[in-house]
């Protein structure tokens, strides 16, 4: 009787194997879930398909101790597909041709002039946006952004605009869409730093593109 009772169960594991085993548990156990983990190449591969992170799913990654708070944010910001580089559209001619249309001359002079101010407007507030980043003002930052796309919005500069409502919600401390609040300066300060480098070459192309339409348009 006992020998059957013996049979019929499954053989004891190896101790080798148990000591394993319980090894794999003990360092399982002993994790830091509250270390973060590098997310970067998730992001930037194909996994995103051109939608953002949804903010629950970050709540939920900090409240498992997955991701810290600082980096579930660059995360969402990173998670958005950056259209604005990879299609770039500098000039929306639905928007610029409503300019043109109100001119009453082959010369075009009335939107030619509003082009020019808002080249001069511009370029000083580029120089007041380098200026303010070196201070690391973000309030002023938020107000030169908000300025500037407003402007840029006006004329159909679609790339310029999109760049310049990021940099005002960086300065508000804000992700690019405005939905999380960014939990350090130094992050909104970093975000700005980089988005005023694509500004500065989105106006490098608006105004050589600008400049050349008149002269096509007039000559």
Known sequence: M???MSSSKSSPAPPSELTQNSEEENERKNTNRNE???ISN????????????????????????????ELSVVAYDMSFEDDM?????????TTFDQLLEMDDDDQHEFSKSIVFNYFEQAETTIKELQEALKQKDLKKLSSLGHFLKGSS????????????ER???YGALRSRDGALTLPTEEIALD???????????FYKDVHSYLLKFYQDIIH
């Not at 580089?85 to 001619?93: K, S």
């Not at 919005?153 to 310049?164: F, R, V």
């Open 2 to 4: 006992t020998s059957r």
């Open 42 to 69: 998730y992001l930037n591969g194909q996994n995103v398909s051109g939608k953002n992170l949804p903010i629950a799913s970050l709540e939920a990654l900090v409240n498992e101790g997955v991701l810290s708070d």
């Open 36 to 38: 973060p983990i590098d």
């Open 153 to 164: 919005a006006a004329l159909g500069l679609t790339e310029m605009k999109k760049a310049c």
């Open 85 to 93: 580089f990879r299609h770039p559209q500098l000039v929306d001619h």
């Open 191 to 201: 975000f700005i730093a980089k988005t005023l480098n694509a500004v500065e070459d």
């Open 167 to 169: 940099i005002q919600n």
